[in-house]
């Protein structure tokens, strides 16, 4: 397998799904907002908060699975890839059923938190509607190392593609026609269980040894797999309650109104960070590859590679939004919404430092240390949410997004850093200096952008705002890799753009 290029694919492949996704929402987002009112979507904003919550019910089990199944894949282990995917399935299976009567309890238990009758009844149906979703969803989990073993990420877009479109278009016609919040959950459910289907035909495709057989089942596995995952898994709930847990503050303090205020620029936050790692964030496979390899010299080459590729994206892509930030959001949604603005702001700036980190915590859970990263973001998910409960009352939804950003700009400062880099003997130092040259000058650059681009912006149009995204990338795509890359680099680069 030719690696740079099948990332480079995959990279592609995703990068520009992930734009058309983004571009239809954007689209989206005002009509849906309009047919549905601010309250009720805020109540879509809050019931998808809990269903996220679902996911933590994986206990951390698919990074688990990604990594054994990568490694028997690499040493050509293919029964014991087999045990891994039809032992990962039967527990998979089980918390399917555990997820379904989760979903009960809580719709049972929704009048505590809704006091109005009327809105008591529908959230109810949604609650279990979103249960039953992300149930029928989980057993598929245990195919998922199968994709990034081979890297093919490019495949499984295509079928995401099919399966965002269908729902677009049904989300289009029946809200157009009248119908509802319901309504929309149903259509989640029939788009994700399409998804799910034709997500295992290509892992069945990639893996022509696959074998669906409870006699591959082992009870020795379930135990080294739940070892490993366990700190995957305080990760998972650390980051569940870092980006979930700031719509339940707003709507439990303030209104669900004010949590579709603050919606608007986390989710243009949330555009940016999952941009970049539809990009570039393919790394844990490769790095495991190498470490099953005993490789250290690559493991260190590729890091120092990737992560000033993530660096360029961050500081460029974080800055851009910045600069046309306010004027976007004021053409996209209207004036009243301006507020969400300092909230754009504050979350992209962390978000800039965790994209730029981003390889390190891929790196840690290659090589199994993925204990530290479990910790520290438990402890950083714990101040969050105090931060958030004191911050909201004076400074509103600004506060919690503040509060989101101070721990994970000092998580991702001061101590991964320090961490990862110990564990695979990389001076911090060089690791630093491969970073300090390109912040410096991608900085200096968007300052430039800043001053010359405020004439275009008084006045929003979405015209000037791609034409000053374009000019401004163009110059510094065409700079920055004469300055930040050596020669085998841009060449490595260029002949993976013209495969």
């Excluded at 983004?22 to 809990?50: K, N, R």
């Excluded at 399935?89 to 997820?99: G, W």
């Excluded at 004036?335 to 909230?343: H, I």
């Excluded at 000019?471 to 050596?486: E, H, N």
């Amino acid at each position: 397998m030719n690696i740079p290029r099948t990332l480079f694919k995959s990279s592609v492949a995703r990068t520009l799904f992930l734009i058309f996704n983004i571009a239809v929402s954007f689209f989206m987002m005002p009509f849906i907002v309009g047919q549905l009112g601010d309250h009720w979507y805020g109540i879509w904003v809050i019931v998808g908060s809990f269903a996220g919550y679902y996911y933590l019910l994986d206990f951390g089990l698919a990074f688990a699975v990604t990594r054994y199944v990568t490694t028997s894949i690499e040493k050509q282990e293919y029964e014991q890839a087999n045990i891994i995917i039809n032992t990962s399935l039967v527990i998979y299976s089980l918390i399917a059923v555990f997820i379904l009567v989760v979903a009960a309890i809580l719709a049972f238990f929704t009048n505590v938190f809704i006091a109005s009758p009327e809105d008591l009844r529908l959230i109810r149906v949604i609650i279990v509607v979103m249960g039953l979703s992300m149930a029928l969803e989980f057993p598929f989990k245990a195919f998922a190392g199968i994709i990034q073993a081979y890297l093919r990420y490019d495949l499984l877009t295509y079928s995401h593609f099919i399966s965002f479109s269908l729902r677009t278009m049904a989300v289009l016609y029946f809200l157009s026609h009248g119908y509802g919040i319901l309504t929309l959950s149903i259509i989640s459910l029939c788009s994700n269980q399409l998804s799910n289907v034709m997500f295992f035909f290509v892992a069945k495709h990639l893996f022509k040894k696959l074998k669906i057989d409870i006699r591959f089942f082992r009870k020795s596995e379930v135990k080294e797999l739940f070892t490993y995952s366990i700190w995957a898994f305080l990760t998972q709930i650390a980051n569940q309650m870092r980006f979930r847990v700031d719509s339940l503050v707003i709507g439990g303090i303030l209104s669900a109104s004010a949590v579709t205020h603050y919606f608007i620029g986390a989710r243009l936050a949330e555009y940016f960070r999952t941009l970049v790692y539809k990009a570039t964030n393919m790394m844990t496979p490769v790095f495991t590859r190498y470490h099953a390899r005993n490789d250290q010299a690559a493991i260190r080459e590729k890091l120092l590679f990737v992560t000033r590729v993530n660096t360029i994206l961050a500081i460029f892509g974080g800055g851009i939004i910045i600069i046309a930030g306010k004027a976007f959001i004021i053409k996209w949604m209207g004036t009243d919404y301006t507020d969400a603005y300092p909230v754009l702001i504050t979350l992209v700036l962390a978000i800039m430092v965790q994209i730029i980190v981003n390889p390190l915590d891929n790196l840690l859970y290659a090589i199994n240390r993925h204990r530290f990263l479990a910790i520290l973001n438990s402890v950083e998910s714990v101040v969050n949410l105090m931060l958030s409960l004191i911050l909201i009352q004076r400074y509103g939804i600004l506060g919690v997004a503040v509060a989101t950003a101070i721990p994970l700009l000092i998580a991702r400062i001061f101590f991964i850093p320090v961490y990862a880099c110990r564990q695979i003997d990389l001076p911090l130092w060089k690791y630093l200096a491969s970073l300090g040259n390109i912040i410096g000058f991608s900085v200096f650059y968007l300052a430039i952008t800043y001053w010359l681009s405020q004439a275009r912006l008084t006045v929003p149009s979405y015209l000037d705002i791609m034409a000053i995204t374009a000019v401004a990338g163009i110059i510094y795509i065409s700079i920055i890799p004469f300055l930040f890359f050596s020669r085998k680099e841009r060449n490595l680069l260029l002949s993976m753009i013209r495969r």
